[in-house]
Nanobody, 124 residues
Framework: QVQLVESGGGSVAAGGSLRLSCAAS????????MGWFRQAQGEPREAVAI????????WYDDSVKGRFTVSQDSAANALYLQMNSLKPEDTAMYYC?????????????????WGQGTQVTVSS
């Protein structure tokens, strides 16, 4: 079992920045990927950024490329998302998630461990 707890959400004006954090505990040694997902009200959940514990190049959704940066501290079992140049369309609940098998890292439905989420609101 892996437990994930997000923090760092809040309200910012468009163009501003936020840094989300995710603390992992439990059987973290079994994880291959951790990532950030988001869900806007009335919309389906979507993947934002995926980090590989192996150190492979992270994956980003096209909508956040060049603005968001995912990073991790394996020793601290932590995942981060630096969000710059925020837009109103980035408003959503952001979730941290993890998967054990690396071939599932881009198969987002396979992510089996989820945090409770942290709200990000960007005003225009």
């Amino acid at each position: 079992q892996v437990q994930l707890v997000e923090s760092g959400g809040g309200s910012v004006a468009a163009g501003g920045s936020l840094r989300l954090s995710c603390a992992a505990s439990g059987y973290t040694g079994s994880l291959s990927c951790m990532g950030w997902f988001r869900q806007a009200q009335g919309e389906p959940r979507e993947a934002v950024a995926i980090a590989y514990r192996s150190g492979a190049t992270p994956w980003y959704d096209d909508s956040v490329k060049g603005r968001f940066t995912v990073s991790q501290d394996s020793a601290a079992n932590a995942l981060y998302l630096q969000m710059n140049s925020l837009k109103p369309e980035d408003t959503a609940m952001y979730y941290c998630a993890a998967v054990q098998v690396e071939r599932y890292c881009r198969d987002f439905e396979r992510f089996g461990s989820w945090g409770q989420g942290t709200q990000v609101t960007v005003s225009s």
